[in-house]
T-cell receptor, first 115, second 119 residues
Framework: AQSVAQPEDQVNVAEGNPLTVKCTYS??????LFWYVQYPNRGLQFLLK??????LVKGSYGFEAEFNKSQTSFHLKKPSALVSDSALYFC?????????????FGSGTRLLVRP | GAGVSQTPSNKVTEKGKYVELRCDPI?????LYWYRQSLGQGPEFLIY????????DSGLPNDRFFAVRPEGSVSTLKIQRTERGDSAVYLC?????????????????FGQGTRLTVV
């Protein structure tokens, strides 16, 4: 069965410092991996995805994520956090062999960037 | 429209009543998904449409839940005999196509959701 774990309910970081939001996954085959962000009273917004190729993927708003197959991880990173990055972040996975194309989401990590 | 539109944005209903939630996907998107997000949780898959047909409804929790997409565009999620445990935010998403050439190369775009409260 596919699953995603986001071990931290909340991550606190000071503005200007680097941030990392952790994600590990479990799938039977090769994974497709995604990060979404959710601001208050707004829908999920796509940040970035890993399908194949370079393990370091770059996305919107200066975010990037590194796919690590041996550690089954896909941590979200940003070199310098902004207060406006404060939001709820979701990691999601899809097994490429799953014909339904559905995403399995983690429980989310709240990022709080203090001024 | 510019994005995925869901109506109503909020719905309060009494236990036992019937509700319909509507999703208007991005024009031209053939794939449509419904998810349910409970408080403090990530979205959980309910059902996936490719065109007019429900290609995967394995996430529907029981037979009180049903969804249609008769013309391959707008979809309606229907819940009969609502229970307090059905209270959640129901999210709809669409994408151009679920797969091209065997790989998933388009991401899903989500609507703002319908917050359903069963009292």
């Amino acid at each position: 069965a596919q699953s995603v774990a986001q071990p931290e309910d909340q991550v606190n970081v000071a503005e200007g410092n680097p941030l990392t939001v952790k994600c590990t996954y479990s799938v039977s085959g090769n994974p497709y991996l995604f990060w979404y962000v959710q601001y208050p009273n707004r829908g999920l917004q796509f940040l970035l995805k890993y399908i194949t190729g370079d393990n370091l993927v770059k996305g919107s708003y200066g975010f990037e994520a590194e796919f690590n197959k041996s550690q089954t991880s896909f941590h979200l990173k940003k070199p310098s956090a902004l207060v406006s990055d404060s939001a709820l972040y979701f990691c999601a996975v899809r097994d490429y062999r799953d014909s339904s194309y559905k995403l399995i989401f983690g429980s989310g990590t709240r990022l709080l960037v203090r001024p | 429209g510019a994005g995925v539109s869901q109506t109503p944005s909020n719905k309060v209903t009494e236990k036992g009543k019937y509700v319909e939630l509507r999703c208007d996907p991005i024009s031209g998107h053939t794939a449509l998904y419904w998810y349910r997000q409970s408080l403090g949780q990530g979205p959980e898959f309910l059902i996936y449409f490719q065109g007019t047909g429900a290609a995967d409804d394995s996430g529907l929790p029981n037979d009180r839940f049903f969804a249609v997409r008769p013309e391959g565009s707008v979809s309606t999620l229907k819940i009969q005999r609502t229970e307090r445990g059905d209270s959640a935010v129901y999210l709809c998403a669409s994408s151009l196509t679920a797969s091209t050439g065997g790989t998933l190369n388009t991401e899903a775009f989500f609507g703002q959701g319908t917050r359903l409260t069963v009292v």
